[in-house]
């Protein structure tokens, strides 16, 4: 079905394009929309914070947010950057746990604000979309997976690593481009480093011949090269 004409285009769009909701009906996406309470946040406000309970969850429409966590002396480290489309504490919820994180935005959002209950419901009265929901949670499990196998490495093969997983195209029979989904100090932040730092690495991995960046367009020039000094 098109989007429903009482619901906006492009929160029609984020709820139809999150991971989560992929196999519900649109039916049931549009019970959710329609029950949905948007709010605006501006750059830095918090949206939920961590220890928080989850009874409301939200999903992004315009603008992105981070999950992040303040140690003691106040130092952040990103878990993740929440885009379009993407939800914020629904799979704590599901699992009765707080928020592990807090949330801010990064520009001015809008996020669609939900009853976890609503959720839960839909859940219930779509198997499909149940299981759409499992196998969301498995790849978020891999995920964690992916960035604890990171820690043991310095910061340039921290680099290798995330940029190895990216979407690429290949450029020639050992090479291929890559898109930073993020800016350099969000890359920082989610590989628990300094812009600085981060800059020092790229220039190393430049210089050691394995890849080659300009602002977030990376060619990984020696494919073989990166794939041996990570261990694959």
């Not at 196999?23 to 750059?43: F, I, M, N, P, T």
């Not at 379009?84 to 699992?95: M, V």
């Not at 609503?118 to 299981?131: F, I, S, T, V």
Request: glycine residues 8%; charged residues 20%.
């Amino acid at each position: 079905m098109t989007h429903p004409t009482d619901i906006p285009a492009d929160v029609w769009a984020a709820f139809r394009s999150n991971a989560m909701l992929r196999a519900a009906s649109d039916e049931g996406v549009a019970g959710l929309a329609r029950c949905a309470r948007l709010r605006q946040y501006r750059k830095s406000e918090f949206i939920f914070h961590e220890g928080d309970q989850v009874e409301t969850w939200g999903l992004v429409i315009r603008g992105h947010a981070r999950a992040v966590h303040f140690d003691a002396e106040g130092h952040a480290t990103t878990f993740l950057t929440i885009w379009p489309g993407d939800g914020i504490g629904a799979r704590h919820g599901l699992g009765g746990l707080g928020f592990p994180f807090d949330v801010c935005a990064e520009d001015d959002v809008t996020v669609a604000l939900l009853p976890l209950s609503a959720l839960r419901a839909l859940l219930l009265a779509e198997p499909a979309a149940a299981l759409s929901v499992i196998e969301d949670l498995s790849a978020q499990l891999v995920n964690v997976v992916d960035m604890a196998k990171t820690l043991r490495l310095g910061v340039p093969d921290r680099i290798l690593y995330y940029v190895s997983r990216l979407p690429r195209t290949a450029v020639a029979r050992n090479s291929y481009r890559v898109t930073l989904p993020t800016s350099r100090v969000e890359l920082a932040a989610a590989l628990g480093t300094s812009p600085e730092t981060l800059s020092r690495a790229f220039q190393a991995l430049r210089k050691d011949g394995l890849i080659r960046a300009d602002g977030n367009a990376v060619i990984v020039v020696d494919e073989r090269g990166l794939d041996s000094r990570l261990g694959n």
